[in-house]
């Protein structure tokens, strides 16, 4: 993950405004901090919370900040607990996506503004009680279908100069 987020971050460059990172490099911490508290070894800790020091003080450059560093292993936990800890990723959702304007909008009501962080708060909800159902559909095997599809997309990129 960390190789991706290096990797990714050269093109990122090109396409974004200076002065932060791409989500990979939020994820990579993201994915450490999770790591530690699944694993719990003197290890995995020391990881974490290095992992943790790193996403805080580079808080202001990461694409959603320290709470989006926390989020995976708020997640984590939600999944093996029941109950309140429900409401820590939903609340790290809302909270990584208040560090712009969003917040003054919402406060004028203004409707786009209200319904993003009413979806930020919502969608790791609707994720971890969606874990908890059981489906009776069955779910078809991907199999050549989608490497026509991908082979398609690259063509379509061809085509218009990507």
Do not use: H
């Amino acid at each position: 993950m960390l190789l991706f987020a290096a990797i990714s971050e050269v093109p990122y460059r090109y396409i974004s405004p200076p002065g932060s990172f791409n989500v990979l490099v939020t994820l990579a911490l993201g994915l450490l901090i999770a790591w530690g508290l699944q694993y719990r070894t003197l290890l995995s800790g020391a990881t974490a919370l290095m992992a943790a020091a790193v996403a805080y003080v580079l808080d202001d450059p990461l694409m959603y900040g320290f709470y989006g560093a926390l989020l995976p292993a708020a997640v984590l936990l939600a999944i093996k607990s029941l109950g309140v800890f429900w409401l820590l990723p939903a609340a790290l959702c809302l909270s990584s996506n208040t560090r712009s304007s969003i917040v003054t909008r919402a406060m004028d009501l203004e409707i786009y503004s209200l319904l993003a962080l009413s979806s930020a708060f919502a969608a790791p909800l609707i994720g971890l009680w969606l874990l908890r159902q059981t489906f009776t559909f069955k779910v078809w095997p991907v199999g050549n279908g989608a490497t026509g599809s991908i082979r398609a997309i690259l063509l379509l990129c061809k085509l218009c100069g990507f």
